[in-house]
């Protein structure tokens, strides 16, 4: 099974940058994606209901804003939305089950446009985390994915000596990001590619940031016990991310789950 996580930065916008074309070479049986900013009702008819798709979509209240979609090949059934059902009007988690394989998609807040936006994520990092802990400690295999909005380390971030005061690598936020990892997560990127510099998932849109790949990895794929023993390959695909969003789409091939 190929499972992508992929931060569109606009669904609407990704279909007509040509989205499905990248999907059509990728290959995905599952695909969670964040920042939808649409409405099924919104998108061409073949992404409104894709015949070849099940998908679960949680919308954000406010529209053209935030929101999570998962696509799969194969029936999934829909667990739960928000951190363990709590009201999430910012659709930001949304938990599925496809093949005895729990899938949660999530779109942590950004906190870099404000103080209040800060202290809004700092919150939500603080009632994430225990339910996060719950998920880890399933017998059933867990992925969670998603733009988590944190980079962990300074190999993480090209810039990172200037960036030590910025929303998504504040020192509190990478804490808070290598405990997640320390108490059983497997951070399925970083184990893949071992100690070196990136890859990088996400870009600005200043300068030549993304042509020269001085970027951030905040997309994530993380993986409990369960899971972890099914993985078999991890990849970055940058060259979505050059066409479509601001954010590559990362992918996980996993064997022994149909």
């Not at 394989?101 to 009632?127: C, F, I, M, T």
Request: charged share 25%.
């Amino acid at each position: 099974m190929r499972i992508l996580t992929w931060n569109v930065n606009g669904l609407r916008a990704a279909i007509r940058k040509g989205f499905e074309r990248h999907v059509d070479r990728m290959q995905p049986d599952v695909m969670m994606l964040q920042e939808v900013r649409a409405l099924p009702e919104q998108l061409p008819d073949d992404w409104a209901a894709p015949p070849d798709w099940h998908v679960e979509w949680h919308p954000a209240q406010q529209k053209g804003y935030s929101g999570v979609a998962t696509f799969s090949r194969l029936p999934q059934k829909r667990l739960v939305t928000g951190i363990n059902g709590a009201p999430d009007p910012e659709g930001r988690v949304l938990a599925t089950r496809v093949n005895g394989l729990d899938l949660v998609n999530v779109y942590l807040p950004s906190g870099s446009s404000s103080e209040a936006a800060q202290e809004k994520k700092n919150h939500w990092l603080e009632e994430f985390a225990p339910w996060c802990s719950v998920l880890r400690r399933r017998r059933r295999p867990v992925i969670l994915v998603g733009d988590l909005n944190i980079a962990r380390c300074e190999q993480d971030i090209f810039h990172w000596r200037s960036n030590r005061n910025s929303s998504g690598f504040l020192p509190h936020e990478r804490d808070w990001m290598n405990a997640l990892i320390d108490s059983g997560w497997a951070d399925l990127v970083r184990e893949q590619f071992g100690e070196v510099d990136g890859p990088y998932t996400w870009w600005s849109n200043r300068g030549q940031a993304r042509a020269l790949d001085r970027g951030w990895r905040i997309d994530y794929i993380l993986a409990n016990n369960g899971a972890q023993r099914h993985v078999r390959q991890v990849h970055v695909d940058r060259k979505a991310a050059l066409e479509v969003s601001d954010h590559a789409p990362v992918l996980v091939d996993l064997d022994g789950v149909e």
